[in-house]
């Protein structure tokens, strides 16, 4: 066992010196998660805890490691961090620094602090006569694709199979999540006629077509709280946009990234359903587009009867649950090996994907005592 009350802040303070930044589009691949890997794996081996890397591709690495025996309770959280934005906007960047009771940089919330807080209470608790296991997974790709996790569902099935429930350590201000929206990711290409510069209506701008399409949505999602095929709480952002050629050609393709949040029982056909109504409510014809889903996930709700709810509430004081906006990994260990998951971790939602990232000290701390209570009520109290 090791451990110390800094111990939470200088592990959190190493993971965010250690980039982990998915490619930003057109990027090619790197690697991401590797030195975290390396760090997570030896800070875990050097405790006592026998774990793992596991390579998923090139540069990318899982890490795991399980302690005891039977049914078992799942600790997780990704290594990777999404893209910095500008860093002009940026005070703390990829260098963590501590101030006003805060540690900011890139993935202080989004969620190395909750990786560090999960690594620093089960190396500090001794798990010899355990009643009952954990697994400790960290994975990769979360803020992409999900490759970390669907390579274990694929290559290590096993691993799960005597895993009832989960703890997913993403940022919610340290309430428990037992809910959250669904995710359609959509690559929309607006098809024109390309034509030179000097003599537009010859052609057919399809950047122009994009942009009235972009116009249409961002009215829809100010004047709106919903209709009868879009309910109240769902949300379609643009977040990339790729087109032309050369600034003197009308361009003939432009292609949108488009991430939708979907409620609970709003599922992905119908949500696919919903962005073939705008178009043709905003007059285009099928053949000005080309629509594809590059993934996506239903909405989840766990019920508050599990245990690990249950769990949660008595070492936080009963605390009220609450339905989360973003997606997590809930959904997906739930869907494909029915692993009940719940989201609680010491980051903050209005800090994460922004400028000056943070995560409070105070709740780093309090998060490591939680999981570290939830981990020996689990192992030690069998009802």
Not at 156 to 165: G, I, N, S
Not at 204 to 228: L, M, P, Q
Not at 287 to 302: A, E, G, R, V
Request: glycine fraction near 10%; aromatic fraction near 8%.
């Amino acid at each position: 066992m090791v451990g110390n009350d800094d111990e939470v802040v200088n592990l959190t303070k190493k993971l965010v010196n250690t980039r982990s930044e998915i490619p930003k589009q057109g990027e090619g691949t790197k690697d991401i998660e590797k030195a975290m890997a390396e760090i997570v794996t030896n800070y875990l081996n050097d405790s006592g805890i026998r774990a793992e890397m596991l390579k998923v591709e090139e540069g990318r690495f899982n890490v795991i490691a399980e302690i005891g025996h039977g049914d078992k309770l799942m600790m997780n959280g990704h290594m990777d961090t999404v893209p910095m934005t500008d860093i002009s906007q940026w005070k703390y960047g990829y260098e963590c620094r501590e101030a006003n009771g805060k540690l900011y940089g890139l993935g202080t919330s989004d969620m190395k602090g909750g990786i560090a807080a999960m690594l620093a209470a089960a190396s500090s608790i001794n798990l010899k006569n355990a009643k009952r296991g954990l697994l400790l997974a960290f994975v990769a790709d979360e803020e992409g694709d999900f490759k970390g996790s669907n390579w274990l569902f694929a290559n290590k099935p096993d691993l799960f199979k005597d895993v009832r429930y989960g703890i997913i350590g993403e940022a919610t201000d340290m309430r428990i999540q037992t809910g959250q929206k669904g995710l359609v990711d959509i690559t929309l290409t607006f098809n024109g006629t390309s034509a030179h510069a000097s003599t537009p209506e010859a052609g057919d701008n399809a950047i122009s077509k994009a942009a009235r399409f972009i116009s249409y949505v961002e009215n829809i999602n100010k004047n709106t709280k919903g209709s009868s095929f879009l309910p109240s709480g769902t949300t379609i952002n643009v977040g990339t946009i790729l087109g032309g050629r050369s600034h003197n050609t009308v361009p003939d393709k432009c292609t949108l990234g488009i991430d939708m949040r979907t409620v609970h029982g709003f599922n992905t056909n119908m949500a696919i359903m919903s962005i073939k109504r705008l178009l043709r409510e905003a007059q285009f014809r099928k053949s000005d587009t080309d629509l594809t889903i590059n993934h996506s996930k239903n909405p989840f709700k766990l019920d508050e009867n599990a245990e690990v709810v249950k769990l949660l509430k008595k070492a936080t004081g009963n605390q009220k649950s609450i339905y989360g906006s973003g997606y997590t990994e809930a959904e997906l260990y739930y869907s494909k090996s029915g692993i009940k998951c719940a989201v609680f971790g010491p980051g903050s939602k209005k800090a994460i994907h922004r400028p000056n990232e943070y995560v409070n000290i105070s709740n780093l701390k309090k998060a490591e005592n939680i999981y570290k209570k939830v981990m020996l009520d689990w192992c030690f109290n069998i009802k």
